[in-house]
Nanobody, 116 residues
Framework: QVQLVESGGGLVQFGGSLRLSCAASGFTFSNYVMNWYRQAPGKERELVASISSTGGSTYYKDSVKGRFTISRDNAKNTVSLQMNSLKPEDTDVYYC?????????WGQGTQVTVSS
C-alpha cells in the first residue's frame, strides 16, 4: 500500500522557519522524483520544489528560491522541505508528491500558516 505521510506543518510567525517531512512507503522511493506542492482554498495546486530521484538536481519556484531547501534520504525513504524566512503568502496546505513514469502519488497535506 502506497503511503506518503507529511508532518511538520503548523503556525509560525513572519520570518520564522518550519521543516516539513514526508515519509514514503509502498513503492521504490529511489526511482521517484519527489515534489512539494502547495494549494490555497480556491486556487490551483502549485509546484514549490522538486528533487530528482538521486537528489542531484533540484527545482524551486521563483518566490521561494533562497528561502526553501528540498532534500531527500533514499535510505530512509524521506523527503524534506526546510522553509526559512517564511512570509504570510507562504500560508497554504503543503502536499508531498511522488512521480515516476505514469505513477503519481499524493500525501494528505499539512497546513502551514504564517502570521504577520
Amino acid at each position: 500500500q502506497v503511503q506518503l505521510v507529511e508532518s511538520g506543518g503548523g503556525l509560525v510567525q513572519f520570518g520564522g522557519s518550519l521543516r516539513l517531512s514526508c515519509a514514503a512507503s509502498g513503492f521504490t522511493f529511489s526511482n521517484y522524483v519527489m515534489n512539494w506542492y502547495r494549494q490555497a482554498p480556491g486556487k490551483e495546486r502549485e509546484l514549490v520544489a522538486s528533487i530528482s530521484s538521486t537528489g542531484g538536481s533540484t527545482y524551486y519556484k521563483d518566490s521561494v528560491k533562497g528561502r526553501f531547501t528540498i532534500s531527500r534520504d533514499n535510505a530512509k525513504n524521506t523527503v524534506s522541505l526546510q522553509m526559512n524566512s517564511l512570509k504570510p503568502e507562504d500560508t497554504d496546505v503543503y502536499y508531498c508528491n511522488a512521480r515516476f513514469r505514469s505513477y503519481n502519488y499524493w500525501g494528505q497535506g499539512t497546513q502551514v500558516t504564517v502570521s504577520s
